[in-house]
């Protein structure tokens, strides 16, 4: 196990240009019976992926908030992540055959991270299926510990999900990114969203300038439609199926798809899918594929700014949040109605959700062809993310989940 | 100025919600959770979701309303829900045999609708409410405009919205305490005519300083 220094902290009273001041007086209401709690976060990466991103964040603003707070990252091999990796698969329903030795890997690094660090924090927050049986070491005192479950688990495979729930079942709370993903489980189970930081280097203003620099790096044509997929490079994001809906839009509209992404360090399944991608792409010029490396969050910020319309085509999803961060920057959305997509975008309110390649083309038809709607969802969108999907709502969540840990409620 | 002697204590709210074990395929589905789900769920998918979406404010109304349009395409149903409004009920079980009686009408006359699967399926959740007060209270005029302006939305939506249910009144924490503490009837009843389902919070808010703005001057 390994304590992660959070980098790049803005202090919480930035905010307040953003969310108001209020907002951050309440804050610090909520916090002020929790001052000096100990809380810990376990996951199992410190950089690439939704978790990292947020944790880099929440976790500098707790402390300023006066927690007592502290974020450790599993170490495994190659070998674990390569389990880890088949779990999150089967556990998002893909075909997967299960084998005695795949959960006595999972089990000795478990149990190898649970030696190292006395887990008696007052709150332990533990991040998604990798760390879950580390709740194994929870000490026989009165400390609190919650699962914050950030993958779709509504087509479980079985037998990984058996496996992992008698783990989960001893917690006193899971959370969950969506209603469709909660189990049948004795113990409470809570809706939490992730949330994207407006003053991060993906989701600050930009100058137009540098927008216009990053679309001439990579040759993308300001003066035509820019559709965009800002994913990692894996099937469940289906990037196959965003080039064929992009090829239906073709033949009506002269736009460019611009398709970029990066593998987080647990996923080496992403070098396998880029060749897929390339192969569907076909040369096309207007198919714009970018590798970016694990952190390029001026370049994700220029492109989604740049873009036309911002497309979200997962076949399952934790949450995506890719769509809020596109929402946060007033860009009309279509995406697929899958996994915690549908709480972001409110149909026809906040974004057009689409079930199919074809339905995802007509919907961006329909957008091209209505920019006036586009604005309209784009701005609803917007305000949306503002009061719902910010880190500070985030933070204001966890508040709460402790306090009501704590009074027992 | 008149000075209160039960000051208002502001308050802040945060909510969590709790996912409970049903859910809804269709509108038979939705008509039995509706009749099986806990008071807490009611109030979830009504009065919560009106403060989390405030910023809508045309063609939303509850979550009931949004998912029979969005998922099962049933114009007519979805205007009936959406037109009822939170304001008229003083208990959540008033509610609720409002929301079943008009599902139901639906499905008795439409029995071809009230099997067929819609795109998503509903899932009844529930909200935690969780209350710390704020170091702020008013005992005039002038320190409770201080204090709503510089509420969260969710400490307004709190006082503001959530409170007809908990104060079981047709009436709101602010109407409330200006009529019964400081004696401003017309200034409450102004207040608690402010359209929740059309204005967003900020705006209500807005409208309601503006009022409190023409009270001190006539004062």
Known sequence: MTEVLAENHIPLESYADVVGAGEIEELRALAKPLRGRSIEMINSTAVGGGVAEILNRLVPLAEELDLHIRWDVMQGAEEFFDVTKSFHNALHGEPYLAKLQDFEIFLSYNEQNRKMLPLDAEFMVIHDPQPAALIDGRPSGSNHWVWRCHIDLSHPNRAVWDFLEKFVSRYDAVMFSSPEFSRQLTIPQYLFYPAIDPLSEKNCPLDAEFVQQVLDRYQIDPQRPILTQISRFDRLKDPVGVIRAYRIVKRYFDCQLVLAGGSASDDPEGALVLKDVLRAADHDPDIKILELPAWAPLEVNALQRASTIVIQKSLREGFGLTVSEALWKKKPVVASAVGGIPTQIIHKHTGLLAHSVEGTAYQIRFLLSHPEIAAKLGENGHQHVKENFLITQKLKRYLALFLMLDRGQ | ?219
């Open chain 2, 1 to 219: 100025m008149n000075a209160a002697e039960t000051p208002f204590d502001f308050v802040t709210a945060s909510y969590l919600t709790r996912i409970g074990n049903q859910s809804a395929g269709n509108l038979s589905d939705l008509l039995t959770g509706l009749e099986h789900c806990s008071d807490a769920s009611i109030f979830h998918h009504t009065f919560q979701t009106l403060g989390v979406h405030h910023f809508l404010t045309e063609g939303f109304s509850n979550d009931f309303a949004q998912w029979t349009l969005s998922s099962t395409n049933r114009n007519d149903l979805a205007e009936q829900l959406a037109a009822l409004d939170i304001r008229d009920y003083t208990s959540i079980a008033a509610l609720r045999t409002d929301l079943c009686r008009v599902v139901r009408d639906f499905c008795d006359v439409h029995p071809q609708f009230a099997s067929q699967s819609g795109l998503e399926r509903f899932y009844f959740c529930e909200s935690v409410e969780v209350t710390v007060p704020l170091a702020r209270s008013a005992r005039n005029l002038d320190e409770f405009q201080e204090g709503l302006q510089h509420l969260s939305h969710a400490g307004f939506y709190f006082h503001f919205i959530s409170s007809r249910l908990r104060l079981q009144l047709q009436t709101n924490d602010f109407s409330h305490w200006l009529s019964a503490s400081l004696g401003l009837r017309t200034l409450a009843d102004s207040i608690n005519h402010i359209d929740v389902y059309t204005n967003t919070l900020d705006s209500a808010r807005a409208k309601m300083l503006r009022l409190i703005d023409r009270e001190r001057r006539k004062g």
